[in-house]
């Protein structure tokens, strides 16, 4: 399968939905036509039935019932349009993804960013154009925090090749990610983790078990009482003394309650929406066979989540009918507002472990799906061999991941032994600092569980430390030198403990040529000797001996005469290019 073919089956899938669309819309017009026609006839049976007496008085009322079907089916079809739209939008945000119209139209995952990062901002994690971007097809928010995590935080092992075979697996169920995709009523409905925690974090009341029960006999007298005295109005005189202290009663415990009441329906209104569709999407994962461990593992947490979320359902809708008046008199009179509360406590202090359980799950599911949509919209790319021990990296025909496909150029890239580290030397623009991205990107993707843009890569599990994009922080008073040191720091404290793949653009450029080069020299050493691999970046010639630590000189230079016809691709040694001054003068810098 190629990338042409996910193209096509996008393009066909999308012929589909609309010809199911116009469909079903002609079955919408010819509804209309026939509501139209029905009550045509009425006024006119009508007319003829009482002015001018020509015609049975049943006869106008013949035209109710093919209205009210027809109503009803045009409500249906209208719903089923809906759906149809969202597969549509899904389908077309597809196809934009594998022809490289995707930049700048899905979520950019900006609030995931976190500051000082090993190497989010270097490797262009969030934001517009990011990985993140390209990644994230998630549907709640919860599935797009764990997607984040997935890319920001190193892993073991067991956990990458485990990931892998679960991306492997739901790779081709377009199926599945279809019904991801509709969940919910609407598009903008989330599920967001801190919507769960407030409700969650509502404190519980003191004899609450004691309460319900009672609250909930007591309104249910009272609706009898009612009952009886529509059914027997004779009976009011007898049962009214009763009715009156049911209803005293609810309104004393109703003020003992009132403010916690009002916190936990508060909380709980958010939730309503949200925990509808963490059900139907629990309850579609419930419902799934996997053969892979990680994803049978969420399955089976999944199992019985819709029945005991289910149990919240008749409180939800009290909830929702509160906000209308005539109901909203009828819940203070039966102390729903008030039942509700106290069942709803119930509820979370008995499924509060298992609900988090079942939110850590469904957000595992929907990361490792929306990898998977990832993978299967690029099947050109290369399942990467995770293997254990010390830190290497051999990678064939290695790619940007964010580049379109036909203008991506590849490289072969090896680091571990004997060559541990890689001086990449040549003038600005020649492809350094995305070369070393490529090679970030392929380690982050490997953990994530997702191909790579390669032939082949066999990589360790390694933790990524990056210094390519630092630069000053007014805010934090930070000059660009000074965040340098501490991102190399920070390098050099991880390789202690751990395999680290270091990637270094501009090594120290901040400082004289003296400085840099003894500074440079300590850390690549240090980082060498510990078992570490990597590659630095440099135009400063002098930095080139930085390969006498167990590493090698290849460049990247331009192809021709023109000092911008860049090829991007590495070559042995040192460049011999010093173009900075025809690029000066090609930019009307006299010189």
Known sequence: MTTADVLAQYHQRLGELQSAMGSIQTKQGVAIAIVAFAIAFAIAAGILAYSRQTMPVWYPPLALPPVLVSIRNYGRRRLEVQRLKRL????????????????????????????????????????????????????THLGRERLAHYIKEPVTLEEARSRQASVRELAARTDLRERIALLGQNDFEQSKWRTFAAWLDT??????????????????????????????????????????????????????????????????????????MIREGLALLGAQSFSSPKLANLTSRAIGAERAIGQLDPWFFVLNQRSKDWWYQLTLWLALGTQSALAIDAWKNRYRKALLDWLDAWAEFEALSAIAGYAFENPEDCWPEIKGGSAFFEATELGHPLLARPGCVRNDIELGSPVRMCVISGSNMSGKSTLLRSIGLASVLSSAGAPVRATRLSLAAMRVCASISIVDSLGEGKSKFLAEVERLRDMLDASVSQPVLFLIDEIFSGTNSRDRQLAANAVVRTLIERRAIGAVSTHDLSLTSLADHKGKNVHMASSGCNPLDFDYRLKPGVTSETNALAIARMAGVPI
């Open 88 to 139: 549509r939008e899904h389908y077309a945000r597809g196809e934009s993804r594998v022809d490289g119209r995707w930049m700048g139209q899905g979520h950019q995952g900006a609030e995931f960013e976190v500051a000082g990062h090993h190497y989010s901002k270097d490797l262009n994690l969030f934001g517009e154009g990011s990985l993140f971007e390209r990644l994230c097809t998630a549907r």
């Open 203 to 276: 404190p519980p009341i003191n004899r609450a078990s004691s309460l319900k029960p009672g609250v909930l006999t007591s309104s249910s007298c009272q609706l009898a009482l009612l009952l009886i005295v529509l059914v027997a109005p004779s009976q009011w005189p007898t049962l009214w003394p009763a009715i009156l202290a049911v209803t005293a009663a609810h309104g004393i415990v109703g003020a003992a309650l009132l403010t916690w009441t009002r916190g936990v329906l508060a909380a709980t209104n958010p939730v309503t929406g949200e925990m509808r």
